[in-house]
């Protein structure tokens, strides 16, 4: 069969399922034209879910009639000047719009500032028509009607028309935050309008725009560089968490990008403060030399590679990392929220006011001797004494009622204006209410102390080896060269952590022990596991996971238990060594261990303001 060339209709239509593989797809490469066009307000019109028709309007610059012939050719580009190693654009390839003209009816009118009339143009399944002249103001009016009507084969593979909707309206989410200066509206006969009002060069705001109100009450700024590579954007605390990861929107140098190196250190970052099942919500922003990143990955442009990803990935976690030890102890406005909200008053909540974690002494948490949990001795073997027992309640006194039990009052005007202020009850032998200069704090005891005893397992986790046990056979894996590699790179690490091997010929490695917290454990299962980790995102953190959920079930039944009545002066040394700790503003399980309320909160519900 001899080799041809291919029709230029036939090859946009092969190039459109690439850049074009939906409605949402052509909505993305439209909008950034005009966003490359200078434009600061666009809108966006569909129908029958963007397959129908799709209107994109815009008052950029506009086109010339020459530009409008070329712009429908493939391969025309008025934005590549520097190479493709200093891309600044967001378009660059020039198949966008021939693409989408092999596979639908498209119209183009345009018309510069400076020029009398715009010009028009059509292209109806690959075929283009002559440019004509048209009334049209400055700027650019694209429209795309009946949508892979020339390839019915990738019609019949679209979802319905409202899924085909959504995903249209979450490409606008993600454009409008990376471009807060432009005005977005998109509307149709298929959706409710959604305006994203320009916010200038206030970011926050636009991003409340898209995600919520609560995301700027519940965030917290970021701003950290590293060998040339800037991060900025916005942290959610980790209680500040949702089901999933459609709240997780990463930029690099302007550009929305859907990347697993930037997916995966967002998750290592939170690894330690949110809990399996749950996502962080955040807004990252990777400014970097345009050399450093390849954007040309794929036609769509949402994929990148970083040709050091080793330091964007430390960043990125070291960043997150640092900013949550420093503010990250804030209880969510959400559970405040909530509790305002159960009460029958019908009146609104006031807004949130931060609070900075001051440096506070701290003593141990401690109680009384009592019978020491049979989990405890093994606990204790390993990291020491970390695991305090829970006393009963033996010492209380005889005429407390069972629901409440409140101490006598002591001077506490010293202690008050610490951040989680001086306890001055205990309500249903579970929820310790302290007050502070502005209000209260309800704190619930065993998730706070289930907390600080976790950090305690988590620093003996770090800061020593670990017990192994040793197999009496020890067992072989059998893996492939390359993943054998890997992990005796690896292996040092992991010996800290009670696992230890060592290389068994070209294609195998052999298990001589395990962590002893793990107890019987799939040796084989588990390197094998290792080893596809190590080789998709170059970490050994799976044994790190089960080690520190292992801790966290010892904490959670080492913790002071609901129901255990606690002296004022314990809940006090409660309170400020929940200050004194990172991630104390919630449980292991992503429960938060306080809620607070302004006293603004109290007098509302009062009807008093």
């Not at 209380?396 to 629901?403: N, Q, T, Y």
């Not at 230890?500 to 084989?524: C, K, N, Q, W």
């Not at 596991?529 to 520190?548: F, G, H, P, Y």
């Amino acid at each position: 069969m001899p080799i041809k060339l291919l029709p230029e209709t036939l090859i946009n239509q092969i190039a459109a399922g690439e850049v074009i593989e939906r409605p949402a797809s052509a909505v993305k490469e439209l909008v950034e034209n005009a966003i490359d066009a200078g434009a600061n307000r666009i809108e966006i019109a569909t129908a029958g879910g963007g397959k129908g028709l799709l209107r994109v309007i815009d008052n950029g610059g506009g086109m010339t009639p020459d530009d409008l012939e070329l712009a429908v050719r493939r391969h025309c580009t008025s934005k590549l000047e520097r190479g493709l190693d200093d891309i600044r654009t967001l378009g660059f390839r020039g198949e966008a719009l021939p693409s989408i003209g092999s596979v639908a009816k498209l119209s183009i009118t345009s018309r510069t500032k400076d020029a009398a009339n715009g010009s028009e143009i059509s292209v109806n399944g690959g075929r283009a028509t002559e440019i004509r002249p048209k009334a049209a103001n400055p700027g650019t009016v694209v429209e795309v009607r009946d949508l892979f009507f020339a390839t019915p084969a990738r019609l019949k593979f679209l979802k319905t028309e409202k899924a085909e909707a959504g995903a249209i309206t979450e490409t606008i989410r993600r454009m409008a935050i990376a471009f807060p200066h432009v005005r977005f509206v998109l509307s149709g006969t298929d959706r409710s309008t959604l305006e994203f009002p320009a916010t200038g060069d206030d970011r926050l705001a636009r991003i409340a725009q898209v995600i919520g109100k609560e995301f700027e009450e519940n965030a917290i700024a970021i701003d950290a560089e590293r060998e040339g590579i800037r991060l900025t954007g916005f942290a959610g605390l980790p209680v500040f968490n949702r089901g999933n990861s459609a709240h997780q929107f990463a930029y690099v140098n302007g550009r929305p990008v859907s990347d697993k190196l930037i997916t995966s250190a967002l998750r290592g970052a939170y690894a330690e403060t949110v809990p399996s099942g749950r996502h962080p919500v955040a807004v990252l922003d990777l400014t970097l030399d345009p050399a450093l990143v390849d954007v040309n990955v794929h036609p769509a442009k949402s994929d990148v590679r970083f040709r050091d990803p080793g330091l964007v990935r430390g960043l990125i976690v070291g960043a997150i990392r640092q900013v949550l030890a420093a503010h990250g102890d804030r209880s969510s406005t959400t559970a405040a929220s909530a509790m305002m909200a159960a009460f029958s008053t019908g009146y609104p909540p006031a807004p949130r006011q931060d609070w900075t974690p001051a440096a506070s002494p701290s003593r141990p948490f401690s109680f009384a001797p009592s019978r020491q949990p049979a989990f405890a001795e093994a606990a204790q073997s390993i990291f020491g004494e970390v695991v305090q027992p829970s006393a009963r309640s033996s010492e209380l006194r005889a005429d407390a009622p069972s629901g409440m039990r409140s101490e006598p009052t002591v001077p506490a005007e010293d202690i008050q204006s610490f951040p989680l202020g001086a306890a001055r009850t205990q309500v249903h032998e579970n929820y310790i209410i302290a007050q502070t200069d502005d209000g209260m704090v309800i704190v619930d005891q065993h998730a706070a102390h289930e907390r600080l005893v976790f950090e305690d397992m988590r620093r003996a986790l770090r800061d020593r080896d670990l017990p192994a046990q040793a197999l009496l056979i020890p067992e072989i894996a059998d893996l492939p060269e390359e993943d054998c590699d890997r992990l005796m790179a690896h292996a040092d690490e992991l010996h800290k952590l009670g696992l230890s091997y060592e290389r068994f010929g070209p294609g195998a490695i052999m298990i001589r022990e395990t962590p002893a917290m793990l107890g019987e454990v799939d040796a084989v299962g588990m390197i094998k596991e290792l080893a596809d980790e190590i080789a998709e995102w170059d970490t050994s953190a799976t044994l790190n996971s089960r080690l520190e959920h292992v801790a966290a079930t010892m904490a959670c039944h080492g913790s002071v238990r609901s129901g255990r009545r606690l002296r004022v002066e314990e809940m006090n040394a409660l309170l400020r060594q929940m200050e004194a700790t990172p991630g104390s503003g919630q449980c292991n399980h992503g429960r938060p261990t306080y809620i607070r309320l302004k006293l603004s909160d109290i007098e509302r519900l009062f009807g008093r303001s």
